[in-house]
Nanobody, 123 residues
Framework: VQLQASGGGLMQAGGSLRLSCAAS????????MGWYRQAPGKERELVAG???????NYGDSVKGRFTIFRNDAKNTASLQMNSLNPEDTAVYYC??????????????????WGQGTQVTVSS
């Protein structure tokens, strides 16, 4: 499975961005798709995850502001990010797991990772 992330960029605080992740290859093996982010000097953290039955989980810092979508017909997972703030500045990575995940996913649950896309939010 190959994952291609797109949609990052520079945005002012309070604005919105939408990230997209396109999957190719053995896409039939994908069970869970997710987004993680890593800011300089910080550990990679879960942003959002969605199963193939549309069960979703969000990181505490993005709940109520970010929404994850999945379109299996197009093999994509998107992340709508609203009310952005400077603390959202990070490299965002999409990820996919061939196995079901019980509860909130951990980064170790994901076998496939995209290349990352930079999101920068200015104050």
């Amino acid at each position: 499975v190959q994952l291609q992330a797109s949609g990052g960029g520079l945005m002012q605080a309070g604005g919105s961005l939408r990230l997209s992740c396109a999957a190719s290859g053995s896409i039939f093996s994908i069970n869970v798709m997710g987004w993680y982010r890593q800011a300089p000097g910080k550990e990679r953290e879960l942003v959002a995850g969605i199963t193939n039955s549309d069960t979703v989980n969000y990181g505490d810092s993005v709940k109520g502001r970010f929404t994850i979508f999945r379109n299996d017909a197009k093999n994509t997972a998107s992340l709508q990010m609203n009310s952005l703030n400077p603390e959202d500045t990070a490299v965002y990575y999409c990820a996919a797991s061939p196995k079901p995940v019980s509860g909130v996913p951990d980064s170790s649950d994901f076998s496939f990772w995209g290349q990352g896309t930079q999101v920068t939010v200015s104050s």
